[in-house]
């Protein structure tokens, strides 16, 4: 059972050649080792999930999305439903980035329905949290804290810390203060609950987060778009455990 999740964020990049070319990178990295101690998960823009998916096996990789939509389905052009993700095979869904708040003014109660959307259909939502105040939209969503006798990731649902000052910037914050948000959202949300952290990591800085007690892994996005940096986030997330 995997102790730490690595999860790929692409946003809005790489087209198909470029991902192709990607995935043979990490490939030639081989990056092998205890696999089972570490999920490696890419978020790719949804058209490239399926190119995902085909690798995924062959290098070990949980294939994720990056939002799915609010409407469980129907008449709303341009949206693609958490059904036809997990009828694809996605495992992961990243839902609540700051990056759809600030630019589609994602509300709470969207996200709060994209979380129980994902729970409904057996997709494990990664929630993306900057402040206190959006916990609030996980609280609500009918998520069950697991019990105490099940074990990350059999938890149902992940929280991200990602501060907006550290998205993107090249500063992330500090692994101690991870570690204390990651407390203090486990005390809201349940112990079982795994909180990443996410802004601005690379291999320079990824296991100062991880050595944290309570941060179970990284969403990882400027980084992740480079297979050999990202490989060397995995190799020396390896090396940890
Ligand atoms: P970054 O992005 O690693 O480029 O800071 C992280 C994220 O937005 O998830």
Same mark, same amino acid.
């Given at each position: 059972?995997?102790?730490?999740?690595?999860?790929?964020?692409?946003?809005?990049?790489?087209?198909?050649?470029?991902?192709?070319?990607?995935?043979?990178?990490?490939?030639?990295?081989e990056v092998?080792?205890?696999?089972?101690?570490?999920e490696?998960?890419?978020?790719?823009?949804?058209?490239?999930?399926?190119l995902?998916?085909g690798?995924?096996?062959?290098?070990?990789l949980?294939?994720?999305?990056?939002?799915?939509?609010?409407f469980?389905k129907?008449?709303?052009?341009?949206?693609?439903?958490?059904?036809?993700?997990?009828?694809?095979?996605?495992?992961?869904?990243?839902?609540?980035?700051?990056?759809?708040?600030?630019?589609?003014?994602?509300?709470?109660?969207q996200?709060?329905? $994209?979380?129980?959307?994902? =729970?409904?259909? @057996?997709?494990?939502?990664?929630?993306?949290?900057?402040?206190?105040?959006? #916990?609030? !939209?996980?609280?609500?969503?009918?998520?069950?804290?697991?019990g105490?006798n099940?074990?990350?990731?059999t938890?149902?649902l992940?929280?991200?810390y990602e501060p907006?000052?550290?998205?993107?910037?090249?500063q992330?914050?500090?692994p101690?203060?991870?570690?204390?948000?990651?407390l203090?959202?486990?005390?809201?949300?349940?112990?079982?609950?795994?909180?990443?952290?996410?802004?601005?990591v690379?291999?320079?800085?990824?296991?100062?987060?991880?050595?944290? $007690?309570?941060?179970?892994? =990284?969403?990882? @996005?400027?980084?992740?778009?480079?297979?050999?940096?990202?490989?060397?986030? #995995?190799? !020396?997330?390896?090396?940890?455990?």
């Open positions: 059972m995997p102790k730490i999740l690595i999860v790929a964020n692409w946003k809005e990049n790489l087209d198909k050649k470029e991902a192709e070319e990607w995935l043979e990178g990490y490939r030639k990295q092998e080792g205890k696999k089972q101690a570490i490696v998960v890419i978020c790719p823009p949804f058209p490239l999930i399926p995902v998916l690798y995924s096996k062959g290098l070990g949980a294939t994720g999305a990056q939002t799915i939509s609010h469980e129907g008449a709303y052009t341009g949206e693609v439903s958490a059904e036809q993700l997990k009828s694809l095979g996605v495992k992961y869904v990243i839902v609540g980035h700051s990056e759809l708040r600030e630019h589609f003014g994602e509300t709470n109660k996200i709060n329905q $994209k979380i129980k959307l994902c =729970l409904k259909y @057996g997709l494990i939502p990664i929630v993306c949290v900057s402040e206190f105040n959006q #916990i609030e !939209a996980v609280r609500f969503s009918n998520f069950q804290p697991p105490s099940l074990k990350p990731p938890s149902n992940i929280i991200a907006l000052f550290a998205i993107g910037s090249g992330p914050d500090t101690a203060n991870a570690q204390k948000m990651a203090a959202i486990k005390k809201i949300l349940g112990e079982n609950v795994w909180v990443l952290y996410g802004g601005s690379n291999s320079q800085n990824a296991t100062s987060f991880l050595q944290e $007690k309570d941060i179970h892994g =990284l969403l990882i @996005g400027g980084a992740s778009l480079n297979p050999i940096e990202f490989s060397q986030i #995995i190799q !020396a997330t390896y090396e940890l455990h």
